[in-house]
Nanobody
Framework: QVQLVESGGGLVQAGGSLRLSCAAS????????MAWFRQGSGKEREFVAY????????HYADSVKGRFTISRDNVKNMMYLQMDSLKPEDTAVYYC????????????????WGQGTQVTVSS
């Protein structure tokens, strides 16, 4: 089974940038679709970005289009989320998900999650 560990979160000012990482172990991710989700305090978990197993296709939530970039390095067994022009509304715990399914523009998550990393954006 694959284990996932997120890192790179922190406290930043509005307009700043962060780069989140998701490290996989126990199994190669080179055949897995992967995605980022986030959950703000008192809110439901929401989809952020998806990347196909070979990295040739990505999809983003409207709220982050043009500001976030998802990428992966299958050789290093890593996935990343570059977050630019951060806004206070981006404040949330960010989670990595592996081996979900993508169907008609929707990524359906799998049971394989990381522990999450906190991102806080101040005004």
């Amino acid at each position: 089974q694959v284990q996932l560990v997120e890192s790179g979160g922190g406290l930043v000012q509005a307009g700043g940038s962060l780069r989140l990482s998701c490290a996989a172990s126990g199994r190669a991710i080179n055949r897995y679709a992967m995605a980022w989700f986030r959950q703000g305090s008192g809110k439901e978990r929401e989809f952020v970005a998806y990347i196909r197993w070979n990295g040739d296709y990505t999809h983003y939530a409207d709220s982050v289009k043009g500001r976030f970039t998802i990428s992966r390095d299958n050789v290093k067994n890593m996935m990343y989320l570059q977050m630019d022009s951060l806004k206070p509304e981006d404040t949330a715990v960010y989670y990595c998900n592996a081996a979900g399914s993508y169907n008609s523009g929707t990524y359906v998550s799998s049971p394989y999650w990381g522990q999450g990393t906190q991102v806080t954006v101040s005004s």
